[in-house]
């Protein structure tokens, strides 16, 4: 069966689809923001009437509280909806994120990030326009392009959105566990679009994703913020205590120093090491989603591997510190510093954190201050791996041939949605990675953008997947 007629739907209708996605980028939905909690549970709300428009049956989940900056706040909600229930098609459970980084204009956006903006390019240039908030609309378009031109849904969906991905996923995987017997009960295999293509041109399938360890480290010295004329010269600096500790943990060929983190990561075997030769990428696209010619690795396999399949180490930022405009003399008295450790197979979260609590607490007695500190973990995710053979990726591979006329790439992630692991772990169920973006998307990146020639291919990809899986045989 052609899906021509649903193709031209979704051409005839790309302006709505685009305005649409306007409108949801308006919405402040920063997970991380707590003066944004409002938003992000309207953003969720959004979706919940969405989806009840197009006819699924939704359960708003309230998935409990959240300490933060010393408030409780509600968890925005995970929102569930079942759109079909026929007991002979298969059923496709489409997880996304309705959550988003924060984005401030001063960060060196061209245009405001909350306003969805094209440029002669066809660029789509707002906040969540490709992380997640794109994608995440783009399945509910690819369903209502069916319900338009009266074409039945070959398979049963069953969505689940949360709003917490960006901060760790909280509270989503009890939903998960809780839920893994009831409401995910009929799920045959999981498809998730929140991640990238290698290039820019050539789509691509993901079976595997790094880990995240994220870490605060806050060293305490003064009762309060000190004028650094009156007591510097006199006292510890918690920030200087910092910025050491901060140099201890990562060289600039960002080679991780913490010893026992590369003991973890598997040896790479040569079928492996084959795998690299047949992805297309080279240093042009790496350059490209740099904006600058600032690469480690002096070829584009290693660049892979360091992406795909070895860890790294970034440092984020300093919470307390003096980081604006201008130059305000302060010794800040608690600076937390934040960095975090991109896991592999077969990394262990909870070794990790013994590990870089361990090296840390040695590393900040040998300063010889009598300044106190502190390390926790604040959020720690998997490494996630499944199976590329498997039915569920032959109809995605159908799928972008049937709209890119294009074999996808198989490719690992160097991000991590660490909600996947706890997909295939509890439904036992195999997860597809459907990107709908390119390597230039600039993802968690001022401008982040989608193309418009992706968010519209991805919107067919999607509703072509649905079609491809009806007919893939389950073995
Ligand atoms: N598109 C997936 C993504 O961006 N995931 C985040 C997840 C995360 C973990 N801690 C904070 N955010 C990522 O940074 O990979
Ligand atoms: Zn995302
Ligand atoms: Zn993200």
């Not at 679009?193 to 994703?209: A, F, R, V």
Request: proline share 5%; charged share 25%.
């Amino acid at each position: 069966m052609s899906l021509e007629k649903f193709f031209n739907a979704i051409d005839a209708n790309q302006d709505i689809y685009v305005q649409r996605l306007k409108e949801i980028v308006a919405i402040k939905s920063i997970s991380g923001e707590p003066e944004c909690r409002a938003d992000t549970i309207f953003m969720g709300e959004w979706f919940l009437a969405e989806l009840e428009r197009l006819g699924a049956s939704t359960k708003r989940v309230e998935p409990g509280t959240q300490e933060i900056g010393g408030r409780t706040l509600p968890l925005p909600p995970v929102v569930l909806a079942t759109y079909g229930t026929d007991p002979l098609k298969k059923t496709v459970l489409v997880y996304g994120h309705y959550d988003v980084q924060p984005a401030l204009k001063e960060d060196g956006w061209t245009t405001d990030p909350f306003t969805l903006t094209e440029d002669k390019e066809g660029r789509l240039i707002g906040r969540g326009s490709t992380d997640d908030k794109g994608p995440v609309l783009g399945w509910l378009c690819a369903i209502e392009a069916h319900q338009q031109i009266g074409l039945e849904l070959p398979v049963n969906v069953k969505f689940c959105f949360e709003g917490m991905e960006e901060s760790g996923s909280e509270g989503l995987d009890a939903v998960i566990v809780q839920e893994a017997q009831a409401y995910f009960k009929d799920v045959d295999c999981v498809c998730i679009s929140d991640n990238y293509w290698l290039g820019k041109t050539k789509p691509c399938l993901t079976y595997g994703l790094r880990g995240v360890s994220y870490f605060m480290v806050s060293v305490k010295g003064p009762a309060a913020d000190l004028h650094s004329g009156v007591f510097g010269g006199t006292v510890h600096e918690p920030m200087t205590d910092l910025v050491q500790l901060f140099s201890k943990l990562v060289d600039s060929q960002g080679r991780i120093l913490i010893p026992g983190i590369m003991d973890q990561v598997a040896p790479l075997t040569d079928e492996e090491r084959k795998l690299y030769d047949g992805l297309e990428f080279d240093t042009a696209d790496l350059r490209a989603a740099l904006g600058t010619e600032t690469e480690i690795h002096d070829n584009s396999i290693d660049s892979l591997m360091h992406r795909m399949r070895y860890p790294s180490l970034s440092i984020h930022g300093i919470e307390g510190a003096f980081y604006a405009p201008g130059s305000k003399t302060v010794i800040p008295s608690n600076p937390i510093g934040k960095f975090s450790i991109r896991s592999v197979p077969n990394m262990d979260p909870a070794r990790v954190t013994e590990l870089v609590k361990a090296f840390l607490d040695a590393e900040f007695e040998k300063l010889g201050t009598k300044n106190t500190l502190e390390v926790s973990c604040d959020h720690a995710g998997r490494p996630w791996f499944s199976s590329p053979n498997h039915w569920n990726f032959v109809a995605g591979a159908r799928a972008v041939e049937s709209v890119y006329q294009l074999k996808p790439d198989l490719t690992r992630e160097g991000g991590s949605i660490p909600v996947t692991l706890t997909f295939q772990e509890a439904l036992d169920k195999n997860v597809l990675l459907l990107p709908m973006g390119a390597c230039d998307d600039g993802a968690h990146s001022i401008n982040e953008k989608v193309d418009r020639r992706n968010f519209v291919e991805g919107i067919k990809m999607f509703g072509s997947y649905f079609h491809e899986l009806a007919k893939v045989v389950m073995e």
